[in-house]
């Protein structure tokens, strides 16, 4: 059973506008959560984290939304840019359990149209 | 040379070949791990390093076997695959086995044939 869930595969944005990608978890226990970007022919790299005792984290064009109560999280990107195209991964923790405890989603592919 | 590095980047084996993937790390980190990502699956953890000793298994088939040298290195050795081992390995480290934040690797895209 998937504890975390990114609902949609693949998501289509024109250059410019913003982008949202949604993730669900139903494990409560989890308290910390990041967001990691893959481009092809590459590993994922970190982007950002959001801790549960916040709900919003920003860092220049990228900001994380977190609802504990619906037990969503999304990742806003504005304005979205070419550079942006790749996948999007939404991982989850419990604090405390180390990397090794990190449970992620599918990913969405996001994909930006000039 | 930065960051976390794999190789080889691709490989094919048939179901009766020995080979091995191996990873280095070049950002001091003391933890290491595996991960095996199928088509339109999530990453799945395999194994898990802090400090050159193994602290978890996932139920992984014995057909893979890991092997941590050092904090530095990481090797994943495989014998009689099945073609549904076919993925992409991503070796990951970070800071400590509590630190959540890993650092990939490009990744080895095997197929198994």
């Known amino acids: 059973d998937q504890q975390v869930k990114q609902n949609s595969p693949s998501l289509s944005v024109q250059e410019g506008r913003i982008s949202i990608l949604n993730c669900d978890y139903t494990?409560?226990?989890?308290?910390?959560f990041l967001w990691y970007k893959k481009y092809p022919a590459e590993g994922p790299t970190f982007l950002i984290s959001i801790s549960s005792i916040k709900d919003k984290n920003e860092d220049g064009r990228f900001t994380v939304f977190l609802n504990k109560s619906a037990k969503h999280l999304s990742l806003h990107i504005v304005p979205s840019q070419p550079g942006d195209s790749a996948v999007y991964f939404c991982a989850a923790i419990v604090a405390g359990g180390g990397a090794d405890g990190l449970t992620f989603g599918k990913g969405t592919h996001l994909i930006i149209q000039p | 040379e930065t960051g976390v590095t794999q190789t080889p980047r691709h490989l094919v084996m048939g179901m009766t070949n020995k080979k091995s993937l191996k990873c280095e790390q070049h950002l001091g980190h003391n933890a290491m791990y595996w991960y095996k990502q199928s088509a339109k699956k999530p990453l799945e953890l395999m194994f898990v390093?802090?400090?050159?000793?193994?602290?978890e298994n996932n139920s992984v088939p014995s057909r893979f076997s890991p092997e941590c040298p050092n904090s530095s290195h990481l090797f994943l050795h495989l014998h009689t695959l099945q073609p549904e081992d076919s993925a992409l390995y991503l070796c990951?480290?970070?800071?400590?086995?509590?630190?959540?934040?890993?650092?990939f690797g490009s990744g080895t895209q095997l197929s198994v044939l």
């Open positions: 990951a480290s970070s800071r400590g086995i509590t630190n959540e934040k890993l650092f």
């Open positions: 390093y802090s400090l050159e000793e193994r602290v």
């Open positions: 494990n409560s226990m989890f308290d910390y």
